[in-house]
């Protein structure tokens, strides 16, 4: 049975998209304005996202400035609200507030084109369901992965609404078959696969070095590129200003699984520290934050444990 927890996100999430995108464009901007503004000055702001920043900018936590940790809630919230508007958003208002370089439009036609396959891997940065859009209007339809979430109705929402934006989503557990064979199939056809790469805390994860700390992120781009023969190339979408967003790409060498998610993880550091406050990243991340009980499921070392209390938060 779903907890009372998941049962309040659940009723949540239905008011946010039945509510948030019908509401005025300035009304909804100005509410998840606010509510980033004053979760993110309460108290100093999250904690665990000011331990993240602080790898990031090459700080302590203390040291961070208040003032970015504000920001990067209140980037948060605004990829809420776009969330919650994206399904009756015109498409081509999102295409056209999206910058983007020529040079990286021809590397997608190019590869797009090809019928070799093309797997984009992306960090939770900025809002990546805006960059779906943009890739849905110029190639069409591409395959994605996502987590199951409770209660089911809760996943079964956000599996309805990234169909409705036109991705084809394969549940990560539960489905008809794992979703690693059917991605593979698409991109030996030529097709497109978007999948979420920064964070696996799991022990399929691929151990990495990311801005100088031990962490694990996932095996599935890479080795999806290795036993392919497909493009890997890494995405970053960030917020440039308070309407226009911005993706830039990194064309990703493959050989190995191993070699190539760590080319990833520093492909991820460039656009994560060109954009600090647009990283959503809320979670105990890096080996050094895991609590001991996620450590000893990870079969992980004795390094230092800095945080004893680590929650999962479910994300999109």
């Known amino acids: 049975m779903a907890s009372w927890r998941a049962r309040a996100a659940d009723l949540g999430y239905r008011a946010g998209w039945s509510v948030v995108?019908?509401?005025p464009e300035t009304l909804a901007r100005n509410a998840f304005d606010l509510v980033g503004?004053?979760?993110g000055r309460r108290h100093g702001g999250p904690v665990q996202l000011r331990k993240n920043l602080a790898r990031v900018i090459g700080t302590t936590p203390e040291q961070v400035p208040d003032e970015l940790v504000t920001q990067a809630v209140r980037s948060y919230a605004r990829y809420w609200r776009e969330s919650f508007r994206l399904p009756s958003t015109d498409p081509a208002r999102i295409v056209d507030e999206v910058i983007i370089s020529p040079e990286d439009v021809a590397?997608?036609?190019?590869?797009a084109g090809s019928g070799r396959g093309l797997i984009f891997a992306?960090?939770?940065s900025g809002n990546w369901d805006t960059a779906g859009v943009w890739l849905?209007?110029?190639?069409g339809e591409f395959a994605t992965v996502a987590e199951r979430l409770e209660p089911e109705s809760l996943f079964e929402q956000f599996v309805a609404y990234r169909e409705s934006l036109g991705f084809v989503v394969y549940p990560l557990t539960g489905g008809e078959q794992p979703p690693f064979p059917a991605l593979a199939e698409r991109l030996r056809a030529g097709g497109l696969v978007c999948l979420m790469g920064d964070r696996d805390l799991s022990r399929h994860g691929v151990p990495v070095t990311f801005f100088g700390e031990r962490t694990r992120m996932p095996a599935g781009p890479a080795k999806l590129a290795v036993e392919t023969g497909a493009a890997l190339?890494?995405?970053?979408h960030s917020y440039p200003d308070d309407h226009s967003s911005k993706i830039v790409l990194t064309q990703i060498p493959v050989d190995d699984v191993a070699q190539t998610t760590q080319r990833l993880a520093t492909a991820y550091e460039t656009g994560i520290a060109s954009a600090p406050a647009d990283w959503h990243m809320f979670q105990p991340l890096w080996e050094a934050?895991?609590?001991q009980r996620r450590r000893t499921e990870l079969g992980g070392d004795e390094a230092p444990v800095r945080n004893?209390?680590?929650q999962e938060k479910p994300h999109a």
């Open 37 to 39: 503004t004053v979760a």
């Open 122 to 124: 992306l960090p939770h």
């Open 136 to 139: 849905v209007t110029h190639h």
């Open 308 to 310: 004893q209390s680590e």
């Open 233 to 236: 190339v890494a995405v970053h």
């Open 289 to 291: 934050d895991w609590s």
């Open 21 to 23: 995108r019908h509401a």
């Open 107 to 111: 590397l997608v036609a190019e590869h």
